[in-house]
């Protein structure tokens, strides 16, 4: 016998977090999630000062068997002016009827709360990671993105839910990138400096603080058109910018300025999936810590997970050359592959920009919706 249980307590909010460490014990390109890391977005995350979620477990007798968590995103819906309902956090075997149970029951919250459509997965918003993976299943995702099995699709397709965008990930290996393109995009740069006075430089962990600041106006800005975008508060933008400072390279974190004024940025990070994937359960204590502060540094791997330019200063070249500049130094240090991840997949400007230095478009993650 089936039931959904609302979670409330501690024990129940480490098996809500423990259980695809159950449900993925077999799969070796699963990377368990860092279990501090998934109880502060769920619990003490600054996006529970203007939004709210409840989290919900299924069992069959004694048995978790699926999760999931109906997310109410009150800033999302008064930027876009919308009464939209998400839902995230899904986990679940491959049974119809245990997804059908978790996604009504997150239906019900939302429509309460009254929410008019049911969008996802968001975890819990395109802010952190998003999409479900419906191509590119023969490889471990990298920092901060999703996976999940491939029966997935069939469960929330089965429900109903209908594809509303696709985000794209693309990857390098090794030393196949467009050489030609990346000199090309030298001689770009030379000439953003003398017509337009644009300059890319590294971000100065030094004045992080102010460089910080400097980046969530621009962050807030640059993708003020994209799906489901709503802007990051001062402390979202801090919380995450903290956290990557901990594993932040400096020279893959780049900003394009005019006369002191930051237009663009570019960001990469390490691949610490690599880690991660051998952190039993996502415990850093008591060895996991040691894992990660000893291998940081060996890992051969990244993924650039943010760049944006702001509007005025499009179609100018500085997307090119921040991803461009990237590429160059990963192919100075050696590493063994890059990702970029994610761009909207109508977002034409960004993804020919990766295209020409060699990019290859090799996995899908997908933001369903469906009107409750």
């Keep these: 016998m089936k039931k959904i249980v609302s979670v409330s307590s501690k024990k129940e909010l480490a098996s809500f977090i423990d259980f695809p460490h159950e449900l993925y014990k077999n799969d070796p390109l699963y990377v368990p999630e860092l279990f501090i890391a998934q109880r502060d977005i769920l619990t003490t995350h600054p996006f529970h000062k203007h939004s709210s979620l409840q989290t919900f477990l299924a069992y069959d007798g004694d048995k978790i068997v699926g999760r999931i968590a109906a997310i109410q995103n009150n800033n999302h819906n008064k930027f ?16 119809q009827e245990t997804a059908n149970l978790l996604l009504d029951t997150a ?8 929410a008019e459509t049911l969008t996802g997965p968001v975890n819990p918003s395109t802010n952190e990671t998003c999409g479900l993976l419906v191509k590119g299943f023969d490889s471990s995702p990298v920092v901060m993105m999703t996976y999940n099995p491939e029966y997935y699709i069939t469960l929330l397709e089965n429900y109903g839910l209908k594809k509303q965008t696709d985000l794209l990930a693309w990857h390098w290996d090794g030393q196949n990138y467009n050489d030609k393109s990346l000199q090309m995009l030298d001689r770009l740069q030379e000439r953003l400096t003398r017509n337009s006075g644009i300059t890319i430089r590294k971000i100065n962990l030094k004045n992080f603080k102010a ?87 060996k890992v051969d791997g990244i993924r650039i997970m943010l760049l944006g330019v702001i509007d005025g200063y499009r179609k100018m070249g500085i997307e090119a050359c921040l991803y461009g500049s990237i590429i160059k130094e990963y ?35 997908r933001i369903y919706e469906k009107a409750i």
């Design 80 to 95: 876009n002016n919308t009464n939209d309902g998400f839902f995230g956090f899904f986990e679940c075997i491959n049974d």
């Design 107 to 114: 239906v019900k919250w939302l429509k309460e709360k009254g």
């Design 211 to 297: 460089e910080a600041d400097a980046l969530r106006e621009v962050y807030n800005k640059a993708w003020d058109k994209n799906l489901g975008f709503f802007p990051m508060t001062n402390d979202e933008f801090d919380y995450t910018a903290k956290d990557l400072k901990m594993i932040l390279d400096p020279d893959f974190a780049l900003v394009a300025e005019q006369d002191g004024k930051i237009v663009g940025f570019g960001v990469a990070i390490p691949d610490i999936n690599q880690i991660l994937k051998t952190i039993k359960k996502g415990r850093l204590l008591p060895t996991g810590i040691f894992k990660l502060l000893l291998n940081k540094g």
């Design 331 to 365: 192919r100075r240090k050696g590493l063994k592959y890059a990702e970029a991840s994610w761009t909207l997949e109508k977002n034409d400007m960004v993804n020919r920009a990766i295209e020409a230095i060699g990019g290859d478009q090799y996995k899908t993650y």
